[in-house]
């Protein structure tokens, strides 16, 4: 298990480009598989959950060719709707993998994901949103083994505005010439990347970035698509400069892609300038203008934000309520600031009240999921004094290369 060694203090100063968006590549790689040809999938980040999803589909007869961040996948070869037990309980996204499955094969049998431990994060949308469209499922020995025989389309409502049931009614839809209508889909980011890249692919869909979609569809082909850049880890690097006092240009950052994040940043004092592709973040004066931060669906404040913006708060004059009602795991990691010395009171498993500013001390740090990993990182930089901070493997499944893209910026950080 690998760790870092972070000494705090030193102000972050440069440039840095944004990677390619985790959540929407994770979505990308599978629905690739429902081409008749290779795709060219460009921008791809190095990640860990990457890793995993393109063993898995190797697993299934993809052929995977990977240079840099380009990956080609070549979906002739698939033989298998098996999806492998232990890859798929890496990572949450391998459920996935059961739409382009059932389109290519009519079966899929899946094992319930894993990923991070921020609460309960049920399937019952996703399986609901199967079975309207005609699935049958049933459940064996923890699998669950899934038939497609009587495809449905018309209109589908989905019981909550879920971000990976609206990706897999996307793929699937698309492999039917009628139209299959989506109410109440979700509107995030990376949903409209892949419906950008089915249509790229011969797909029809109209309605992206709104809460209906008409989707129809046949014989789709390979394509090149570039992955759109995170808007999470953008977020993320405006808060290290932030917090640290420093100058940073982070380029490849769209910004109607950070709106209500940016609204939020601002009410913290965060001061900064936009371009059409990036943004500058300038060493500013923290006062929250604010009372309550609530994480929200799209295009509220991203939940995966708000693990970073507690330690924002913690560097910021005032008193603040950060709140989110998605995760009731997603707060468990502020025992670590408290014992850093950050006035942080836990109200209940979703909200915590945060008074600032406070200084942070040094700490021996373990990373509990992906973003809370990353803020006990960016708590390690204006910590005094050297933090070990422990199982980074799980922040490197989000964010690629963070050490040394952080070192670039001048962080003092070793890992061993």
């Known amino acids: 298990m690998s760790k870092l060694i972070v000494t705090g203090g030193r102000k972050l100063e440069g440039n840095i480009s944004l990677s390619g968006n985790k959540n929407s590549v994770l979505k990308l790689i599978p629905a690739v598989l429902l081409a008749d040809s290779p795709s060219t999938l ?3 980040p190095d990640i860990l959950d990457v890793s995993v999803v393109l063993q898995l589909i190797e697993t299934l007869g993809a052929k995977v060719t990977r240079d840099g961040h380009s990956v080609t996948i070549d979906p002739s070869g698939l033989h298998s709707f098996d999806l492998d037990p232990d890859l798929s309980a890496k990572f949450r996204a391998s459920v996935v993998l059961a739409a382009p499955l059932l389109v290519k094969f009519g079966k899929a049998i899946v094992t319930p994901p894993g990923g991070d431990q921020i609460g ?6 996703h399986f609901s949103m199967m079975q309207k469209m005609g699935v049958e499922m049933r459940r064996e020995d923890g699998r669950f083994f899934l038939t497609w025989n009587k495809k449905k389309t018309g209109t589908l409502f ?3 505005a879920s971000v990976t049931a609206t990706e897999m009614a996307l793929m699937m839809a698309t492999s039917s010439p009628d139209i299959t209508v989506v109410e109440n889909a979700a509107t995030e980011p990376h949903v409209t990347d892949l419906g950008k890249l089915l249509i790229k692919m011969g797909a029809k869909i109209t309605g992206l970035g709104l809460s209906t979609l008409s989707i129809s569809g046949g014989k789709l082909k390979g394509v090149e698509y ?8 953008g977020g993320t690097f405006v ?3 932030a917090i640290t006092g420093g100058h940073i240009k982070i380029d490849d950052f769209i910004p109607e892609d950070h709106r209500m994040a940016l609204i939020n940043l601002a009410n913290m004092g965060v001061k900064f300038e936009l371009s059409k592709n990036s943004i500058e973040v300038f060493p500013s004066k923290l006062v929250a203008t604010r009372k309550k931060f609530k994480a929200q669906p799209w295009p509220g404040f991203p939940t995966d934000l708000m693990s970073p913006f507690i330690v924002l708060a913690t560097q910021t004059q005032g008193t603040v309520l950060c709140h989110d009602w998605m995760y009731e795991w997603r707060m468990f ?3 670590d600031l408290i014992s850093m010395g950050a006035n942080i009171f836990i109200a209940d498993p979703h909200r915590v009240i945060v008074s600032g500013p406070t200084p942070l001390m040094s700490d021996r740090l373990f990373c509990k999921d992906i973003r809370a990993g990353i803020s006990v990182i960016l708590a390690a930089l204006i910590a005094d004094g050297r933090s070990e901070i422990e199982n980074i493997e799980v922040v490197q499944r989000g964010y690629e290369r963070i050490d040394e893209r952080l070192r670039s910026l001048g962080a003092e950080i070793v890992t061993k």
């Open 226 to 233: 570039r992955v759109m850049p995170d808007h999470i880890e």
């Open 158 to 160: 989905l019981e909550e």
């Open 239 to 241: 808060i290290a400069s």
């Open 120 to 125: 309960d994060r049920f399937l019952d949308t």
């Open 333 to 335: 990691f502020v025992d």
């Open 42 to 44: 460009t921008n791809v």
